[in-house]
């Protein structure tokens, strides 16, 4: 099993100052020490779940941009784009122009966005949870077409482009891919099926993932899809990656075909660059063995 990073969390000292230092030593550890993608939050307040929505907050693709030019091998992406945060056809060339300058290391992970206070804060619409999920999909054929040989017109019912051209074209072929993050099963787990080619699971409890992959593996013999090419992922909750309970867990995990775990930075930790250095010692050769 590997491993991905996710610095969800801008709140360390010295900040702002420190943020483009610890930022950057902290993928370079990540990349040196076995992890292998990268993710940051695709936010503009802080999730007031967490910790107070006026702590500080980076803007998702600008941050991985600067992080292309520290790193040279993980894998790069946000964790995941609200759909209600760009244009579509915006998205796609943001995505592509990562995957250019990173030399084909970018990832879209999207999904229907939820966070109405950010949007009512900074004056985005934020429609009805169906219509997010609409404009989900009108944006993944999108991105798809964007990536393709069609340069034509796209009419959707949100989405008009007169023309969807797009170059360069990303580094990745046939695309850079496209990972949906959730665990909702009528319309996410259908989406995955159909468009992307990882998910990320919002759990790490070994039975829910059981019902979830069953759930997906539906979806995809009824759209006629290939179940076996998608990367399965999952983000580590409440389950402390240096606790005892963590490795069983992700040995059952891996037993039902989760390929990666996702390990959040931890907030109480001044130290992220710490925090990952003791992960790559002390757990990510145990998650390789498993």
Not at 35 to 59: G, R, Y
Not at 162 to 187: A, F, V, Y
Not at 191 to 196: G, H, K, P, S, T
Not at 220 to 243: M, N, W
Request: with cysteine; proline share 8%.
């Amino acid at each position: 099993m590997q491993a991905g990073f996710h610095f969800w969390n801008f709140t360390i000292p010295g900040a702002p100052q420190s943020l483009p230092s610890v930022l950057a030593q902290t993928a370079r550890t990540a990349e040196e020490g076995g992890f292998t993608q990268f993710t940051v939050m695709d936010h503009w307040f802080q999730m007031e779940s967490a910790a107070p929505a006026s702590e500080p907050m980076l803007e998702a693709f600008t941050t991985l941009g600067f992080l292309a030019g520290q790193t040279s091998t993980i894998r790069l992406g946000p964790l995941v784009a609200g759909v209600t945060y760009r244009y579509p056809g915006l998205l796609a060339k943001i995505v592509t122009t990562l995957d250019v300058l990173s030399e084909g290391r970018a990832m879209l992970g999207i999904g229907a966005a939820w966070y109405d206070r950010e949007h009512r804060g900074l004056g985005v619409p934020y429609p009805a949870i169906s219509e997010r999920f609409e404009r989900l999909e009108e944006a993944l054929q999108i991105a798809l077409q964007m990536w393709s040989d069609d340069d034509g017109p796209y009419r959707g019912t949100h989405y008009s482009l007169d023309e969807t051209l797009n170059s360069p074209r990303p580094i990745q072929l046939p695309h850079p891919p496209i990972m949906i993050g959730g665990k909702g099963e009528k319309k996410t787990l259908r989406l995955v099926a159909q468009y992307a080619q990882i998910v990320n699971l919002t759990t790490d409890d070994p039975a829910e993932v059981a019902h979830l992959l069953d759930v997906l593996r539906a979806h995809c013999e009824r759209l006629g899809t290939d179940y076996d090419a998608i990367e399965k992922t999952v983000i580590s909750g409440g389950t402390d990656p240096f606790g005892s309970e963590f490795l069983p867990r992700m040995e059952k995990l891996a037993a039902l075909g989760i390929t990666q775990v996702v390990v959040g930075r931890n907030p109480t930790d001044p130290d992220p660059v710490g925090q990952v250095s003791r992960l790559s010692e002390l757990v990510l050769p145990r998650l390789a063995a498993l």
